[in-house]
């Protein structure tokens, strides 16, 4: 797999790449950001490294136009111990985050959970769109075994439909864009209606056993999901918060 790395301080990227080279990745270097979306465009990595602070197009800018084309995973590098840069990040649409000083060993472990998560993502689609086509041939014959798979793979409430295998969101007819997590969230919340989902659990469903961050994450990305979705006039509020335990979704909520 290759991986990209878009980081100014030369002693810094070449460490982590020798790291990443003896873990088995092809690795690419830039050392701005304008220079980084060249390699972007040409190369097509399987994950980026991307550090908050460059010259000139800064991280920020950089993780907001990868995103504008691709959904290439991205772990971002900040040297800021605050939150604020780590959350404007993660809203962007940045999977995971390091602040400096890190470990190198630490950054491969991080490399390898998230491109193991994408891969496991992209297996789920694609056995979703399989079995998709394969019921156009038998889900019509045995009715009621093909209406319940249809409930599904598109889960319908007032005001919201998400549509799992092409990963589409609308919400009063209106066609939202989610990052993979918003709509992977969203997903987990709306396939059990009513339940409460701590923290924890959320984080285990949609980033995985192995992922090293906090429930902040969890309440970023819940944050960025409903100011797009409540962004739609007359949206359902769907998505709860549980004071001190998590989050849960209603599906008759009002508006």
Same mark, same amino acid.
């Given at each position: 797999?290759?991986?990209?790395?878009?980081?100014?301080?030369?002693?810094?990227?070449?460490?982590?790449?020798?790291?990443?080279?003896?873990?088995?990745?092809?690795?690419?270097?830039?050392?701005?950001?304008?220079?980084?979306?060249?390699?972007?465009?040409?190369?097509?990595?399987?994950?980026?490294?991307?550090?908050?602070?460059?010259?000139?197009?800064?991280?920020?800018?950089?993780?907001?136009?990868?995103?504008?084309?691709?959904?290439?995973?991205?772990?971002?590098?900040?040297?800021?111990?605050?939150?604020?840069?780590?959350?404007?990040?993660?809203?962007?649409?940045?999977?995971?985050?390091?602040?400096?000083?890190?470990?190198?060993?630490?950054?491969?472990?991080?490399?390898?959970?998230?491109?193991?998560?994408?891969?496991?993502?992209?297996?789920?689609?694609?056995?979703?769109?399989?079995?998709? =086509?394969?019921?156009?041939?038998? =889900?019509?014959?045995?009715?009621?075994?093909?209406?319940?798979?249809?409930?599904?793979?598109?889960?319908?409430?007032?005001?919201?439909?998400?549509?799992?295998?092409?990963?589409?969101?609308?919400?009063?007819?209106?066609?939202?864009?989610?990052?993979?997590?918003?709509?992977?969230?969203?997903?987990?919340?709306?396939?059990?209606?009513?339940?409460?989902?701590?923290?924890?659990?959320?984080?285990?469903?949609?980033?995985?056993?192995?992922?090293?961050?906090?429930?902040?994450?969890?309440?970023?990305?819940?944050?960025?999901?409903?100011?797009?979705?409540?962004?739609?006039?007359?949206?359902?509020?769907?998505?709860?918060?549980?004071?001190?335990?998590?989050?849960?979704?209603?599906?008759?909520?009002?508006?």
């Amino acid at each position: 797999m290759k991986i990209l790395i878009i980081e100014d301080e030369n002693n810094i990227a070449q460490l982590i790449r020798l790291y990443l080279e003896q873990a088995g990745y092809e690795v690419v270097i830039a050392g701005d950001g304008a220079a980084g979306l060249e390699l972007h465009a040409r190369e097509k990595p399987d994950l980026v490294i991307l550090d908050l602070m460059l010259p000139a197009l800064d991280g920020m800018e950089v993780c907001r136009r990868i995103r504008a084309w691709a959904d290439t995973p991205i772990l971002m590098l900040t040297a800021r111990q605050g939150e604020e840069d780590r959350i404007a990040g993660l809203e962007l649409g940045a999977d995971d985050y390091l602040v400096k000083p890190f470990s190198p060993r630490e950054v491969v472990s991080r490399v390898r959970a998230i491109l193991r998560r994408t891969a496991l993502a992209g297996a789920h689609r694609a056995g979703a769109t399989a079995g998709n =086509g394969a019921e156009g041939s038998s =889900g019509e014959q045995g009715r009621p075994g093909g209406e319940r798979e249809h409930e599904r793979e598109e889960l319908r409430f007032p005001g919201l439909v998400i549509n799992i295998p092409a990963r589409r969101v609308e919400v009063n007819g209106q066609r939202v864009a989610l990052t993979v997590k918003e709509f992977d969230l969203l997903v987990v919340l709306a396939s059990s209606p009513e339940r409460v989902f701590t923290r924890e659990v959320l984080l285990n469903k949609v980033w995985g056993y192995d992922y090293l961050g906090d429930g902040r994450t969890v309440d970023v990305h819940i944050g960025t999901l409903r100011k797009k979705i409540e962004a739609v006039p007359g949206a359902p509020r769907n998505i709860k918060t549980v004071w001190g335990v998590g989050y849960k979704f209603e599906p008759e909520a009002s508006a």
